[in-house]
């Protein structure tokens, strides 16, 4: 099973991306019950939650989000996004992709894409 995140890039403040998260080798009797997330990571800092989507739905948003982002996923294509708009340059970072595979708990990530947000 692979995650595979893509959709970053260079944007100016104020500007959007939206991010793709891609599980390959994953049956969907799997994927539809397990709960996703978006995380990132900016340089000297620790890896942090942006934004969880559960098996049913359910979404949770870190604070700093505002409003701004929206996560979504999609059993039948096995995937999950990340909406992103009025970006600001304190949203710099590489964003990973993290799925909780149900029947174990395994914590599965993909390999980052990098956002970068000018002023």
């Known amino acids: 099973v692979q995650l595979q995140a893509s959709g970053g890039g260079l944007v100016q403040a104020g500007g959007s991306l939206r991010l793709s998260c891609t599980a390959s080798?994953?049956?969907?009797?799997?994927?539809?019950?397990?709960?996703m997330a978006w995380y990132r990571q900016a340089p000297g800092r620790q890896r942090e939650l942006v934004a969880q989507?559960?098996?049913?739905?359910?979404?949770n948003y870190a604070v700093f989000v505002k409003g701004r982002f929206t996560i979504s996923r999609d059993n039948a294509r096995k995937k999950m996004y990340l909406q992103m708009n009025s970006l600001e340059p304190e949203d710099t970072a590489v964003y990973y992709c993290?799925?909780?595979?149900?029947?174990?708990?395994?914590?599965?990530w993909g390999q980052g894409t990098q956002v970068t947000v000018s002023s």
């Open positions: 993290n799925l909780v595979r149900n029947r174990d708990r395994t914590q599965l």
């Open positions: 080798g994953m049956i969907t009797s799997e994927f539809n019950p397990s709960d």
């Open positions: 989507v559960t098996s049913d739905r359910s979404t």
